[in-house]
């Protein structure tokens, strides 16, 4: 883990709200089919100006911390907002400094690891402290790499 500086960003894409405790509870989860919903061939291909192939996903509107809901919008990072396709959202990733994170290996372990990683930090009062503002997940050929809002 590395304390960075994150470029602002804006991404359209999926949405949906949830929380930690719904998504280890196979009945309740909603980013299984976010995410298969995201990954279909040309879920995203209609959107015009992105900025380049990765997929993102950004996590915003925090309830408290890491034990509250929040929404998770999984799409691709544009240049201007398009007019929005029928049920896709907008979401601007604010710059910042933030708490790097590599995800690498097989997916999506290497994802829930990486996250462990963080929640570890949170909950031992690592510094600098989480703000719970704005995160942001980058899904690259490689793996993906975390940017996690610090204050």
Do not use: C
């Amino acid at each position: 883990m590395e304390v960075t500086e994150r470029n602002e960003l804006t991404v359209v894409g999926i949405a949906v709200r949830t929380s930690n405790a719904d998504e280890i509870d196979p009945a309740r989860a909603k980013l299984p089919v976010l995410w298969q919903r995201a990954g279909a061939p040309g879920a995203f291909a209609h959107i015009p100006g992105r900025v380049d192939e990765n997929l993102y996903a950004v996590l915003t509107d925090y309830e408290s911390d890491h034990h509250g809901a929040y929404t998770q919008i999984v799409g691709v990072g544009v240049r201007t907002v398009p007019r929005l396709p029928e049920g896709m959202v907008a979401v601007r990733v604010p710059a910042g400094p933030a708490l790097r994170v590599e995800a690498r290996g097989q997916m999506p372990q290497a994802i829930v690891d990486a996250w462990q990683q963080v929640w570890k930090h949170t909950e031992s009062g690592g510094t600098p402290a989480r703000a719970f503002m704005t995160d942001l997940e980058v899904h690259h050929p490689g793996g993906a790499d975390l940017y996690v809002a610090v204050y």
